[in-house]
């Protein structure tokens, strides 16, 4: 029978005697035996919570509510943008992410933005503010150093960005989840790896770029990964193959060989066994009475 944590009940029954019987259950765990695997702390574990989704959403809520206030009260926050190479750009790093010039630019980076914020606290629980902070800046850093002499605006450079680093950084870890992420990044998002090139003048293909390379940096200095690996049994150091119970129904050849049982003696709790011994000592009087056939009745 199987257990519901996933190890096999095996019940053996042992009649001694009309009176004694005893049911032993052995319970196989597998899990146990093919892998051992070390506790992992909390920081470890893919666990999802409120903020997964609570931080990604205020931070597309900013972008929205800026362009509500530029466009109610009529005001152009398009100044505060990165300017490179002018000592007055250099507050657009800061400030460009959340300022868009119209409703579809702004559209078209909210939602990557949020589908790859949300992965980034999802499977990089331990890195992802450093991640999000310094590769906002160091993104607009590198806008403001190699871009045109003009105003740049939006959080399309961030988008390129957590997509850079959640491929490479996938692709780096050899971790299968991270891997299926990195993929899923590709798929959704692979067609944005053409504006890093200059295809569009009113493209900022410069922050694009600048997020790409921020984000294949960024996947190289962070080596820790999120998800620990599962050690199994003979990846441990201290592991001897020739006490390994599975290894030891098999010859030098690989042939299976069946181990002796052990006695059934051995299994019994001595109380059993005791009041076994008690039960064949005593000593069993049998009576036999023989009772003539009345004839008379008989006929």
């Known amino acids: ?32 035996v093919f892998c051992n695997q070390s506790p992992m702390s909390k920081s470890n574990q893919l666990k999802f919570s409120p903020e997964v989704f609570g931080y990604p959403l205020l931070f597309v809520m900013l972008l929205w509510i ?35 010039g119209s409703l579809k630019h702004l559209f078209n980076n ?10 980034l606290f999802y499977f990089y629980r331990e890195i992802r503010w450093k991640v999000l902070i310094l590769g906002l800046l160091f993104t607009g850093v590198a806008t403001w150093a190699i871009g045109r002499p003009s105003l740049h605006i ?27 992420l990195a993929l899923a990044v590709v798929f959704l ?7 890093v090139f200059p295809v ?10 600048a997020g790409f390379f ?26 001897i193959p020739e006490n390994d119970p599975f290894l030891q129904q098999f010859d030098e050849n690989g042939n299976f060989i069946e181990l002796p049982k052990e006695p059934v003696e051995n299994s019994v709790p001595s109380s059993i066994k005791e009041k076994v011994a008690e039960e064949n000592r005593k000593v069993v009087k049998i009576v036999y009475s023989l009772k003539k056939k009345d004839k008379d009745k008989s006929k």
Request: net charge positive; charged share 15%; glycine share 8%.
């Open 1 to 32: 029978m199987r257990s519901a944590s996933g190890a096999f009940i095996v019940f053996q029954n042992y009649n001694f005697n009309k009176s004694v019987s005893l049911t032993i259950y052995h319970k196989f765990d597998f899990g146990s």
């Open 66 to 100: 800026v362009y509500w206030v530029e466009a109610r009260f009529n005001i152009n926050f398009n100044p505060y943008g990165i300017y490179p190479r002018r000592l007055e750009g250099l507050r657009g790093i800061v400030f460009s992410p959340f300022i868009h």
């Open 110 to 119: 909210s939602v990557p933005l949020f589908v790859l914020t949300a992965a």
């Open 154 to 180: 939006g959080a399309s450079g961030v988008v390129y960005l957590l997509a850079s680093f959640l491929f490479f950084k996938g692709i780096f870890s050899k971790q299968y989840q991270l891997t299926a």
């Open 189 to 195: 998002y692979g067609g944005m790896l053409w504006y």
């Open 200 to 209: 569009d003048p009113k493209i900022s293909w410069e922050g694009h770029l």
């Open 214 to 239: 921020v984000g294949l940096v960024f996947a190289f200095l962070f080596k820790g990964n999120p998800i620990e690996r599962k050690k199994y049994e003979w990846e441990r150091e201290d592991y």
